[in-house]
């Protein structure tokens, strides 16, 4: 069990610039969420893949954010035209199938700071 | 909307006890969970009650009270590596498994 990986650990990039996220599940998890972190607050949920099938996203995904899960394997969140709100940290979890409470295995995050 | 309550911070001495109370009210209930993060590291799965009543695993153990939607995590024997911050997290859907979170409590244990 290698665990949930997610790169870059850090992203510093410019307000206004586009930039892309990728997590690699646990290889038998087909359960794929996105999560949005900041300081002194717990995850809040972005979006959530079953296998490939994008079936829920929160009302914090604005049209500037993308979630894809092509092969139902890794995932990619995308966020066009970065805002000085968007620095947070972004945590990707996945769990395996069964019944909808399978404890949610959490990777490092991506931290990600807008100039 | 939906409310899950904690205390901000909390302070224990090594080897003691601590309960870590959370607090709900929410449109749905299918479970709750409990997660530890330390600092700078993903959140990591420690319980979880779906029925009422107390689930116990080594030095940690939660307990469940629906009709009151309350939670409790117990900490025994307190180590200096339980400083973190502690997160209880609801399913709100019996359909999807994606959680709410409380803001945390952050646990600092003292020698």
């Known amino acids: 069990d290698t665990g949930v990986s997610q790169d870059p650990r850090h992203k510093i990039t410019k307000r206004g610039q586009n930039v892309t996220f990728r997590c690699d599940p646990i290889?038998?998890?087909?359960?794929l969420y996105w999560y949005r972190q900041t300081l002194g607050q717990g995850p809040e949920f972005l979006t959530y893949?079953?296998?490939?099938?994008?079936?829920?996203k929160s009302r914090l995904l604005s049209d500037r954010f993308s979630a894809e899960r092509p092969k139902g394997s890794f995932s990619t969140l995308e966020i066009q035209r970065t805002e000085q709100g968007d620095s947070a940290m972004y945590l990707c979890a996945s769990s395996p199938p069964g019944n909808s409470n399978q404890p949610q295995h959490f990777g490092d995050g991506t931290r990600l700071s807008i100039l | 909307g939906q409310n899950i309550d904690q205390p901000t911070e909390m302070t224990a001495t090594e080897g003691a006890i601590v309960q870590i109370n959370c607090t709900y009210q929410?449109?749905?209930?299918?479970?709750l969970f409990w997660y530890q993060q330390h600092a700078g590291e993903a959140p990591t799965f420690l319980s979880y009650?779906?029925?009422?009543g107390l689930e116990e695993k080594g030095r940690f153990s939660s307990f469940l009270s629906r009709s009151k939607g309350y939670s409790y995590l117990l900490l025994k024997e307190l180590q200096m590596k339980d400083s973190a911050s502690y997160l209880c997290?609801?399913?709100?859907?019996?359909?999807?498994?994606?959680?709410?979170f409380g803001k945390g409590t952050m646990l600092l244990v003292s020698p």
């Open positions: 009650n779906v029925l009422d």
């Open positions: 290889s038998e998890h087909n359960r």
């Open positions: 997290a609801v399913n709100l859907d019996s359909g999807y498994s994606t959680l709410t």
């Open positions: 929410t449109s749905g209930f299918n479970g």
């Open positions: 893949f079953q296998n490939e099938a994008q079936l829920e």
